[in-house]
Each structure stands twice: as C-alpha cells, then as structure tokens.
T-cell receptor, first 114, second 119 residues
C-alpha cells in the first residue's frame, strides 16, 4: 500500500483552466502539507493542515485553495492556471507537529501549463 | 527566520569512496530538527537521516551519517562506500518553529546538491 498517494502523476492543461490534485495518506498522520518544486528543484512549502485545521499558508496566490475533508486527505485546487504554475507539486504528511517529525512524501504531480 | 544553505550545486565521487555533502543552517530557535532527503531522477523524495538539536551523538543510518557541529551550525551528510544508485539530488532540511518560541513548525529545504557517482 502506498503511504502517501497523489493523483494524477502528470497533468497537462491550458492556461486559464481550473484543476485539482488529490492527496491521501494511510499512515494515520495528523499533519499534511503541500510543497511546490520549481524548475531549479527548489522546494517551498505552500500549505499545511493539522487535523483539518489550516496551520501554514505561505505567500501563495489566492488561485490556490487547499481543502482537507478529513485528516487523511488534503487536496489542492488551482483556479485560472498560469504558465508560472508549471512545477512539481508534492504532498507530504507527518505524524506530529513537532520539530522531530520527518515528512513522508508522495511521488509528486508534474503540472505543465501550456 | 530559518535558512538552509547548501553551497555545492554538484559533486562527483568515485564508486566505493566516501563523500561529504555540506549543509549549514541558521535559526534563532534553540529547538530544531535537521533532515536529509534524497531525490533520484525518478522524482520521489526519500528520507535518509534525522538529527535533533539536543542530540549528543551524530546520527547514523547504514551508510549515511550526519556530522553535526552545533556551534558551527553545520549538518553535513557523509555517505560511505558510494554506490552508483546513490547518484541523485540531496536536500538538507530543517524543521524549526514558525515564530520564536512558537509550537508550530515547518520544514525548510536547502537548494540541494546533485551527486554523481562514477564507476
């Protein structure tokens, strides 16, 4: 069983479209995250939810909206896609919120906006 | 604010030799965690090793060890007996508090080091 699963793995779409990426974890973790990895491989946190509560909301355009229906799921919806949104998006989860809890990452979703 | 610096964009090592990947960090929080992740060309993020800021001994996991020098704020990854499968991007990361004395933490990544193991 995949611990953190993201769908789809690849997403190619046109500018202006709205798309969603789904994430599910079966580890029983309380905290989930979305990270964006740009073309230079830099990883930057976007959002974090702890038990369905939004904890971190970095400087991300309002077109990005996370939704956590329960603590096992954290989906990312993107409105009015732009060329600059092309990146790999990683979902991750951790057992707790403290400093010593590492993350388990999903395999990533490669988003290409054309 | 917390910051992670990896000064080596790329490193080369001969198979079976040891290699050290550098990482320095900056934080005003006395309590933090340091992590290394591996990202092979297939793209997944693989956890390698963890070091807590209060841990007295350097962390080790198989062929990976973390050379933790707290006073210098460095957390270098040492890979012993390199294998061809070690060729990948390596990220150093720190989990520190969002605000001074706060209880919410986030994981901040360095820019990564691309390691190439030559046969």
């Amino acid at each position: 069983d995949t611990a953190v699963s993201q769908t789809p793995k690849y997403l190619v779409t046109q500018m202006g479209n709205d798309k969603s990426i789904k994430c599910e974890q079966n580890l029983g973790h309380d905290t989930m995250y979305w990270y964006k990895q740009d073309s230079k491989k830099f990883l930057k946190i976007m959002f974090s939810y702890n038990n369905k509560e939004l904890i971190i909301n970095e400087t991300v355009p309002n077109r990005f909206s996370p939704k956590s229906p329960d603590k096992a799921h954290l989906n990312l919806h993107i409105n009015s896609l732009e060329l600059g949104d092309s990146a790999v998006y990683f979902c991750a989860s951790s057992r707790g919120w403290g400093r010593n809890y590492g993350y388990t990452f999903g395999s990533g979703t490669r988003l290409t906006v054309v | 604010a917390q910051k992670i610096t990896q000064t080596q964009p790329g490193m080369f090592v001969q198979e079976k030799e040891a290699v050290t990947l550098d990482c320095t960090y900056d934080t005003s929080d006395p309590s933090y965690g340091l992590f290394w992740y591996k990202q092979p060309s297939s793209g997944e993020m693989i956890f390698l090793i963890y070091q807590g800021s209060y841990d007295q001994q350097n962390a080790t996991e198989g062929r990976y060890s973390l050379n933790f020098q707290k006073a210098r704020k460095s957390a270098n990854l040492v890979i012993s007996a390199s294998q061809l499968g070690d060729s990948a991007m390596y990220f150093c990361a720190m989990r520190g508090a969002l605000s001074s004395g706060g209880s919410n933490y986030k994981l901040t990544f360095g820019k990564g080091t691309l390691l190439t193991v030559n046969p």
